[in-house]
């Protein structure tokens, strides 16, 4: 049997390196969280745990990078161009994934945002293990040696996708605020304080100077430009 890790129970497998515990009661988002403007979401979602959930298994991360995308009225957003079919999850109900496939070999998640009809949307691109790092390295086809090869599960959206199965067929318009779902969005109580930064976006090439980039302050996992799905 093929275990992803070098170490079968290493000290660090059921513990995160920023957090020291695992998230003990955590309740879903409402919907009301996403229906709101995608800036203030994206600063909100940072330190809140992204959880799949089957009968079999659980992996749960806490959110330590992502980026708002504004919907119509900017360029770097998918929802630009008006409302398709690829697309048309941006335009609401709000708390849903959308997913896509991008530069032909990986998927990115992002969220749907604003009220029903209006488009917005936040894309996760950093997250850090809490719960299942055995099962994310499987998914990423990786061997865990030490605690400097953990952010290279999901130090970036294709990354995090990945560890976390995510494609378009399986989960594009699911709700992330259920936890019957299999995929959602919680609140375990975490406070980060003023330790968020902003940023310009990375890795797009219109509307580049926009500040809408969100990550956890001296988080090893949070991305890198050179990672960049977007």
């Known amino acids: 049997?093929?275990?992803?890790?070098?170490?079968?129970?290493?000290?660090?497998?059921?513990?995160?390196?920023?957090?020291?515990?695992?998230?003990?009661?955590?309740?879903?988002?409402p919907r009301a969280f996403f229906a709101r403007s995608p800036r203030r979401v994206a600063r909100d979602l940072i330190g809140k745990v992204l959880i799949r959930s089957s009968e079999n298994t659980r992996l749960s991360a806490r959110i330590v990078e992502v980026e708002a995308y504004l919907g119509t009225n900017?360029?770097?957003?998918h929802s630009a161009a008006g409302r398709t079919p690829r697309n048309s999850v941006?335009?609401?109900?709000?708390?849903?994934?959308?997913?896509?496939?991008?530069?032909?070999?990986?998927?990115?998640?992002?969220?749907?945002c604003e009220p029903e009809g209006k488009a917005g949307g936040v894309l996760f691109r950093a997250v850090e293990?809490?719960?299942?790092?055995?099962?994310?390295?499987r998914a990423r086809g990786m061997t865990?040696?030490?605690?400097?090869?953990?952010?290279?599960?999901?130090?970036?959206?294709?990354?995090?996708?990945?560890?976390?199965?995510i494609t378009r067929s399986r989960d594009n318009g699911r709700d992330l605020t259920s936890p019957a779902s299999g995929l959602w969005i919680a609140d375990d109580g975490f406070l980060i304080g003023r330790r968020i930064q902003i940023t310009p976006?990375?890795?797009?090439?219109?509307?580049v100077a926009r500040p809408l980039r969100y990550l956890l302050s001296n988080n090893t996992f949070v991305s890198h430009p050179r990672l960049s799905s977007k």
């Open 201 to 207: 976006r990375i890795g797009i090439s219109k509307a």
């Open 90 to 112: 941006l335009f609401g109900p709000p708390g849903h994934a959308y997913v896509y496939f991008i530069y032909g070999n990986h998927y990115c998640l992002n969220v749907s």
């Open 74 to 77: 900017d360029l770097a957003a």
């Open 144 to 165: 865990i040696h030490n605690p400097g090869d953990l952010p290279k599960l999901t130090a970036g959206p294709g990354r995090l996708a990945q560890a976390f199965g």
């Open 129 to 137: 293990p809490i719960v299942g790092i055995e099962e994310m390295a």
């Open 1 to 29: 049997m093929h275990f992803p890790l070098a170490d079968p129970n290493p000290p660090y497998l059921h513990t995160s390196t920023t957090l020291f515990s695992v998230p003990a009661n955590p309740h879903p988002l």
